[in-house]
């Protein structure tokens, strides 16, 4: 079965980074675009980063252009997330998603926290 698992959150100070990973699972990771993610407290879920399966083009949310950057392993089945310069509205759980024959696919997700 697909399964997605995310790592590498933490607490970070603004201005600080962190590496998100993803571990897929369960399907030909190569053929599927994959997307990052994100909810704050209080706040609807929204997307982040997209990297698409064939050729790996990105697109990303106009919050975190320019500081994020999402990419992919298709030999280790990962994708991942680099996030530089956070900012405390940053802050959120952070979750891994495909759609694999018109299915949508969560990881369980990975806490970032910025703050001084």
């Known amino acids: 079965q697909v399964q997605l698992v995310e790592s590498g959150g933490g607490l970070v100070q603004p201005g600080g980074s962190l590496r998100l990973s993803c571990a897929a699972s369960?399907?030909?990771?190569?053929?599927?675009?994959m997307y990052w993610y994100r909810q704050a407290p209080g706040k609807e879920r929204e997307s982040v980063a997209v990297i698409t399966s064939v050729g790996g083009s990105t697109s990303y949310a106009d919050s975190v252009k320019g500081r994020f950057t999402i990419s992919r392993d298709n030999v280790k089945k990962m994708v991942y997330l680099q996030m530089n310069n956070l900012k405390p509205e940053d802050t959120a759980v952070y979750f891994c998603?495909?759609?694999?024959?018109?299915?949508?696919?969560w990881g369980k997700g990975t806490l970032v926290t910025v703050s001084s």
């Open positions: 998603n495909t759609a694999v024959w018109g299915r949508m696919y």
């Open positions: 369960g399907f030909t990771f190569s053929n599927y675009g």
